[in-house]
């Protein structure tokens, strides 16, 4: 299975700032996923994005609140804009194979 | 409405018990389901299910999927409080890897 590193592990940040998080895949992958868990919830999937194009966001998530990045097949990042409390979250990147699915370590954000 | 459903919510239990967890899905078109084990913040892979009535194991833990029932069940043998965390199924769906998860059951193993 893949190995992600993503990064920043944590941050706390003043609401209408935006914050970047990246994540690196050990070997190539075509798809990666964002997903975003908000305290005492399950994961709600972003976008998704392939080496390329653009992401595809799903219902309820906008390009401009949550511009994706993916520059190549093993990067990418998601930047969370014009932060307020409620983008207050864990975010998690995934992707691998078709033998299964492996998330990044996760950011814990917390919006001031 | 929610695509996963998994039950119970919640679960507390002894050590040495053993526990099944369910997950049920309604989905178009079916292509796995994935258990995941969540202790902090980033959901461990445990299995993927794709063909019905092939029981996947790793040690205490075994899942299988019931592509008739639309649903799989994990077990856990012989639990540890290491087991305690909150467990996620996922369902693929179509072309496009597209992961419904459910809200996930919170086990709690107590010594």
């Known amino acids: 299975s893949a190995v992600i590193s993503q990064k920043p592990s944590r941050d706390i940040c003043q609401r209408g700032t935006s914050l970047t998080i990246q994540c690196q895949v050990d070997?190539?992958?075509?798809?990666m996923f964002w997903y975003r868990q908000q305290p005492g919830q399950s994961l709600t999937l972003i976008a998704t994005a392939n080496q390329g194009s653009e992401a595809t966001y799903e219902s309820g998530f906008v390009i401009d609140k949550f511009p994706i990045s993916r520059p190549n097949l093993t990067f990418s990042t998601l930047t969370v804009s014009n932060m307020s409390p409620e983008d207050s979250s864990i975010y998690l990147c995934?992707?691998?194979?078709?033998?299964?699915?492996?998330f990044g370590s996760g950011t814990r954000l917390t919006v001031v | 409405e929610d695509k996963v459903v998994q039950s119970p919510l919640s679960l507390v239990v002894h050590e040495g018990d053993t526990v099944t967890l369910n997950c049920s899905y309604e989905?178009?078109?079916?292509?796995?389901l994935l258990w995941y084990k969540q202790e902090k913040k980033a959901p461990t892979f445990l299995f993927m299910l794709?063909?019905?009535?092939i029981e996947k194991k790793s040690g205490r833990l075994s899942s299988i999927l019931d592509k008739k029932e639309l649903s799989s069940i994990l077990n856990i043998t012989a639990t540890q409080t290491g087991d305690s965390a909150i467990y996620l199924c996922a369902v693929d769906e179509g072309n496009f890897n597209k992961f419904y998860f459910g809200s996930g059951t919170k086990l709690n193993v107590k010594p």
């Open positions: 995934s992707s691998g194979y078709a033998d299964g699915y492996t």
């Open positions: 794709t063909s019905s009535g």
């Open positions: 989905v178009t078109n079916f292509r796995s």
């Open positions: 070997s190539q992958v075509t798809m």
